[in-house]
Nanobody
Framework: QVQLVESGGGLVQPGGSLRLSCAAS????????MRWYRQAPGKERALVAR????????NYADSVKGRFAISRDNAKNTVYLQMNDLKPEDTAVYYC????????????WGQGTQVTVSS
């Protein structure tokens, strides 16, 4: 079965960095785009970044452009989110996401990892 397991969250001071990882299993990893979402308290879940199956195309939310970088290692079935110059407004639970299928797709989410940016 499909599994997405995030790690790397924690408490960091403003201006600091974290790298999140999402280990995937149960599907042909390199065939699918991967996404990172985040959900802050009292807010809806929002897309942060997306990466194509080969890693050649990436997209970012305007709020993180120039600070975050999404990447993937298809040999390790892992997608990463490097977060630099973190701000208090980046505080959220970060989720890994994939949707799988051709005609009908099924969405899969990881359990989430908490990122807290505070002094």
């Amino acid at each position: 079965q499909v599994q997405l397991v995030e790690s790397g969250g924690g408490l960091v001071q403003p201006g600091g960095s974290l790298r999140l990882s999402c280990a995937a299993s149960g599907f042909t990893f390199s065939s699918y785009a991967m996404r990172w979402y985040r959900q802050a308290p009292g807010k809806e879940r929002a897309l942060v970044a997306r990466i194509g199956g080969t890693g050649g195309s990436t997209n970012y939310a305007d709020s993180v452009k120039g600070r975050f970088a999404i990447s993937r290692d298809n040999a390790k079935n892992t997608v990463y989110l490097q977060m630099n110059d973190l701000k208090p407004e980046d505080t959220a639970v970060y989720y890994c996401y994939v949707d799988i299928g051709v005609v009908a797709t099924i969405a899969y989410w990881g359990q989430g990892t908490q990122v807290t940016v505070s002094s």
